[in-house]
């Protein structure tokens, strides 16, 4: 009988990604492909008006280790936009080799047996689960993608996914997969039903993302694919890497409350008329102290995501608006979000021009690539000289 393991749901949930709530407010209706993310900015922080692109950067960066902020944060203007330093997944080397069969109880209390890995599907709102299989050495076995998994590794395999984020059954059975693995943050469930009931092990995982549940989300990956041993590798590595990464943001920030950067996250889809603030227990509050800022909206006592209003913007007085980058680009960049939202302008952010723009899937994907997220963001906030790639061929 093979040995079941119960994978761990995390001991906090305070900073739940709103990755299904996100979904309720028509990503998938404003997105059918994968965003681009966005090569910034000079010493001033200049980008693209409606967010900069970090496709076609190349080169080299120095590590966030050695880059020192120039300018107090308060002083800078103009808007970044946030590039990772890398966007391709390093994968564990060599390759482990699952031991098969394996059973775990998932996110949902289900037993479910893995007999083979041959043919992975790993599926969610944010690429992150894709992202950790590759990370685990597993990226060869994996036969199609979500939207969300942009990655260069993954670029060239079918997509599983229609109108944005929506499951399709034929475009699944026709790539035969072995095992999926997948949380309730991408849908529709009967579909994931179907594939259970044609013989397809289906292990949900939780769709919560947090920094703390980085090592979590990748050891129950692992399980799962029946390479816990690599999985507690990759953990290892990944929390050494964030822990390494906060020390770098700790002397990048302001050690004085006073003197650091206020934060508000504004989730916006112009198209459809979409303009919410993320607070406290909504995962941006999370992201924002790890960065050494304030989260301003959980200052004014907004919990998970309200409706933007006027009074709450100018209430907060952020220094730095955080948007995803096809938010901005829906609105028509900086001076269309001036326009369309006013009470902006009335804010240090809005009279600066500050605004800070990543990735759809990138900003809020906390997993394997949590260290690239918080070093992209640390210097667009504190350094944004540094955000954009240089070219080894400058002199």
Request: charged share 15%; with cysteine; glycine share 8%.
């Amino acid at each position: 009988m093979p040995f079941v393991r119960r994978l761990e749901k995390p001991a906090r949930s305070r900073m739940l990604l709103p990755v299904v709530l996100v979904t309720t407010l028509l990503l998938c209706a404003c997105s059918t492909g994968q965003p681009s993310d966005g090569a910034s900015s000079s010493g001033s922080a200049s980008a693209s008006a409606a967010g900069g692109s970090c496709a076609d950067a190349s080169g080299t960066q120095l590590p966030l280790s050695e880059v020192r902020a120039s300018t107090p944060p308060k002083q800078l203007t103009g808007p970044t936009t946030a590039c990772l330093p890398s966007e391709t997944i390093t994968a564990l080397s060599p390759a482990p080799v699952p031991e098969l069969p394996t059973t775990v109880v998932d996110n949902q209390g289900t037993s479910v047996t893995v007999t083979d890995a041959s043919r992975i599907l790993a599926l969610d709102m944010s690429g992150t689960l894709a992202a950790t299989v590759f990370a685990l050495g597993l990226g060869g076995n994996v036969v199609g993608r979500d939207i969300s998994t942009g990655f260069a590794e993954a670029a060239d395999l079918p997509v599983v996914t229609q109108g944005g984020h929506t499951l399709s059954a034929e475009a699944i059975l026709a790539l035969s997969p072995t095992v999926i693995v997948t949380d309730s943050s991408i849908g529709p469930w009967d579909v994931l039903l179907q594939m259970r009931g044609a013989g397809i092990p289906v292990v949900v995982l939780t769709p919560e993302r947090s920094i703390d549940n980085a090592g979590s989300i990748v050891q129950g990956v692992a399980d799962a694919l029946g390479v816990s041993s690599a999985g507690a590798t990759v953990t290892a590595e990944v929390e050494a890497r964030i822990a390494a990464t906060e020390t770098s943001i700790a002397a990048l920030a302001p050690a004085d409350r006073a003197a650091r950067v206020r934060v508000m996250f504004l989730y916006v889809r112009g198209s459809a008329g979409v303009y919410y603030i993320f607070g406290a227990e909504s995962g941006a509050d999370a992201l924002i102290t790890s960065l050494g800022a304030i989260d301003v909206a959980s200052e004014i006592g907004i919990t998970d995501m309200r409706p933007m209003t006027a009074e709450a913007i100018v209430a907060a007085k952020p220094d730095v608006i955080l948007m995803m980058t096809k938010g901005l680009e829906s609105v028509g960049g900086i001076e269309g979000l001036l326009e369309k939202v006013p009470s902006i302008a009335l804010t240090p952010a809005g009279e600066k021009r500050r605004i800070v723009d990543m990735s759809d899937y990138d900003v809020l994907s906390f997993g394997t690539r949590t260290p690239e997220v918080l070093d992209a963001l640390a210097r667009a906030l504190y350094a944004p000289e540094a955000a954009a790639r240089t070219s080894a061929a400058t002199p």
